[in-house]
């Protein structure tokens, strides 16, 4: 069980618009209807932004709640809330997420430093790390921890040292942000000798990185993530048709690995999720 592949879905993010692609599911509903086809298709974590009614990134957590709910009406997928939400989002109110009782989620992102994103600065102080890494300690919220640079690996590993994360760890290394590592599969296996032992980690590619990653982390023992979020491209210069089947391929490269695909429940024994 333990080398069964988790495919994370990540059906929406908070850069892509109607204009990269006009099924990019936006509303609650919309995600949820996403998440249960990408769940179909074998993915067993979801990775969820919430947007506003004009389709802006927000951290409002009566959204995340709606956004979970039409989730949990259609399938038994493991939400991961993310507490990146979006460049124009204040911290203090990505806080809220973890913060509020009203997101019930057993899984959120941490993004361990700030840093240049696509063009735009992704905040992430130090005083709000220790702050959301402690709020997810407290409500047994297990944290992805969200590296896009070398450095933000030993930033983790001092937030592991100071009693704040919980074991296992859990990695992603995202690749091909603008203003973070390159999507270069021959970073991984540096990025893997970094991580303690037992430590479950994926690679994120962004753009046309997605693919050539999937295939070097499932050949390095590392997990996949696919959608929206990073990709909307299934070839070049050709749309993919929905979330669902950019984790239809990625069933196909598991299987053509020789490797099984991990199911939700897999996910939540191996990640002690509550
Ligand atoms: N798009 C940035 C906010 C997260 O989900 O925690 C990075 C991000 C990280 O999406
Ligand atoms: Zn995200």
């Known amino acids: 069980m333990t080398d069964r592949v988790i495919i994370t879905v990540a059906p929406t993010g908070p850069l892509t618009t109607r204009d990269d692609h006009p099924g990019v599911p936006l509303s609650p509903a919309e995600i949820g209807a996403a998440?249960?086809?990408?769940?179909?298709?074998g993915?067993?974590?979801?990775?969820?932004?919430?947007?506003d009614a004009d389709g802006r990134p927000t951290a409002d957590p009566e959204v995340y709640a709606a956004i979970v709910g039409e989730i949990r009406e259609r399938c038994d997928i493991v939400i991961q809330a993310?507490?990146?939400?979006?460049?124009t989002v204040p911290w203090e109110e990505r806080l809220r997420i973890v913060e509020s009782d009203a997101v019930d989620v057993t899984m959120a992102t941490l993004n361990p430093a700030s840093m240049t994103f696509a063009g735009g600065?992704?905040?992430n102080p130090p005083e709000f790390v220790e702050r959301l890494a402690r709020?997810?300690?407290?409500?047994?919220?297990?944290?992805?921890?969200?590296?896009?640079?070398?450095?933000h690996v030993s930033l983790c590993l001092e937030l592991v040292a100071d009693g704040l994360i919980p074991e296992p760890l859990q990695f992603s290394f995202?690749?091909?942000?603008?203003?973070?590592?390159?999507?270069?599969?021959g970073l991984l296996p540096m990025l893997r000798s970094m991580l303690p032992e037992?430590?479950?980690?994926?690679?994120?590619?962004?753009?046309?990185a997605q693919l050539p990653l999937s295939f070097a982390a499932l050949a390095l023992g590392g997990n996949i993530r696919v959608g929206f979020e990073d990709n909307v491209y299934f070839a070049r210069g050709r749309?993919?048709?929905s979330n669902a089947q950019f984790v239809r391929r990625a069933v196909q490269l598991v299987q053509a690995a020789g490797r099984e695909v991990a199911g939700p429940e897999d996910v939540r024994t191996r990640l002690d999720l509550r």
């Open 198 to 208: 037992g430590a479950i980690w994926q690679a994120i590619g962004i753009g046309r």
């Open 43 to 51: 993915a067993a974590v979801a990775h969820v932004h919430a947007r």
């Open 82 to 87: 993310s507490t990146g939400v979006g460049l």
């Open 35 to 41: 998440v249960a086809e990408a769940a179909e298709a």
């Open 239 to 241: 749309l993919a048709d």
């Open 174 to 185: 995202v690749m091909g942000v603008r203003g973070g590592m390159p999507g270069d599969p």
């Open 121 to 123: 600065t992704f905040s």
């Open 135 to 151: 709020a997810m300690h407290e409500r047994e919220v297990h944290p992805e921890l969200e590296v896009y640079d070398l450095g």
